[in-house]
């Protein structure tokens, strides 16, 4: 059976600074991987997915993401974030079959000024 | 753009009530899905259809059942809600395609109370 773990549950941060937020998988097929965003009182919305090729993914608001085969890792990345980026973080794996998702626990992003 | 809407952001039942919470999507999506999401275990997935009239059981079906119709209106039905499914509950929707890799595109949540 497929899962994803999400490595931290909080993450605080302050502005401008570097985040990585951390997302291990397992599965026994190949998959495709996904981060998505929940901003406060909304819905999720996709930030980047990883199908094949590159192992670097680019995302929006300058988020990537690097997949790992051998680490069996998706880690999330940004450089230098904005209080903008305060949210929830969820880490999803779809099987290829049938396309559901299996998602993670979330991370939630606090960023002070 | 995709928009999936809800038909309620808020509700508050009493428990032993019947709870229909309704989606309708407009992207002519084949897939809909209901998940409900909890802190700390983030969403499970409750059912979903891959077509009109077509439903599957995700990974907590118990205590839930859907309704499809229309291509673009997916419904949960609580029967009988209890206070242990007071969550918040969230549709989504994707186009079809072998494989998996298809963006869902999900609703702005219902937070469901019973009391």
């Known amino acids: 059976a497929q899962s994803v773990t999400q490595l931290d549950s909080q993450v605080p941060v302050f502005e401008e600074a570097p985040v990585e937020l951390r997302c291990n998988y397992s599965?026994?097929?190949?998959?495709?991987l996904f981060w998505y965003v929940q901003y406060p009182n909304q819905g999720l919305q996709l930030l980047l997915k990883?199908?094949?090729?590159?192992?670097l993914v680019k995302g929006i608001n300058g988020f990537e993401a690097e997949f790992n085969k051998s680490q069996t890792s998706f880690h999330l990345r940004k450089p230098s974030v904005h209080i903008s980026d305060t949210a929830e973080y969820f880490c999803?794996?779809?099987?290829?079959?049938?396309?559901?998702?299996?998602f993670g626990q979330g991370t939630e992003l606090s960023v002070k000024p | 753009d995709v928009k999936v809407t809800q038909s309620s952001r808020y509700l508050v039942k009493r428990t032993g009530e019947k709870v229909f919470l309704e989606c309708v999507q407009d992207?002519?999506?084949?897939?809909m899905f209901w998940y409900r999401q909890d802190p700390g275990l983030g969403l499970r997935l409750i059912y979903f259809?891959?077509?009109?009239?077509?439903?599957e059981k995700g990974d907590i079906p118990e205590g839930y059942s859907v309704s499809r119709e229309k291509k673009e209106r997916f419904s949960l039905i609580l029967e009988s809600a209890s206070t242990n499914q007071t969550s918040m509950y969230l549709c989504?929707?994707?186009?079809?395609?072998?494989?998996?890799?298809?963006?869902?595109?999900f609703g702005p949540g219902t937070r469901l109370t019973v009391l």
């Open positions: 989504a929707s994707s186009p079809p395609g072998a494989g998996g890799n298809n963006e869902q595109f």
């Open positions: 599965s026994s097929v190949s998959v495709y």
């Open positions: 990883y199908l094949s090729g590159s192992t």
């Open positions: 999803a794996v779809s099987d290829t079959f049938v396309g559901k998702l299996i």
């Open positions: 992207m002519d999506h084949e897939n």
């Open positions: 259809s891959y077509d009109v009239k077509m439903k």
